[in-house]
Nanobody, 124 residues
């Protein structure tokens, strides 16, 4: 069982930055691939990006490529989402998710555990 807790969300102006953190419980964090998803009001949850269990491979949605960066610290059982050049359309609840397979998945169904989400609001 893995428990995930996101933090770092908030209100930011367009063009600003935020860093989200996702702290995981359990001793096997380094075995899990981690993903970030987001869900805007009235929209389906969508893949933002992911990182492999070792941290050597990352993948991003086209909408955030070049602006967002995912990293992880396996010693701290934490994965991060650095968000730069934020746009109003980035406004959403952001979720982290863990996948036991160790490889990045791009669909919700690929992940085994989910956090409760953290709100990110970007004002224009």
């Amino acid at each position: 069982q893995v428990q995930l807790v996101e933090s770092g969300g908030g209100l930011v102006q367009a063009g600003g930055s935020l860093r989200l953190s996702c702290a995981a419980s359990g001793r096997t964090f380094s075995s899990y691939a981690m993903g970030w998803f987001r869900q805007a009001p009235g929209k389906e949850r969508e893949f933002v990006g992911g990182i492999s269990s070792s941290g050597s491979i990352t993948s991003y949605a086209d909408s955030v490529k070049g602006r967002f960066t995912i990293s992880r610290d396996n010693a701290k059982n934490t994965v991060y989402l650095q968000m730069n050049s934020l746009k109003p359309e980035d406004t959403a609840v952001y979720y982290c998710a863990a996948r036991f397979d160790g490889k990045i998945g791009v669909t919700e169904g690929a992940y085994d555990y989910w956090g409760q989400g953290t709100q990110v609001t970007v004002s224009s």
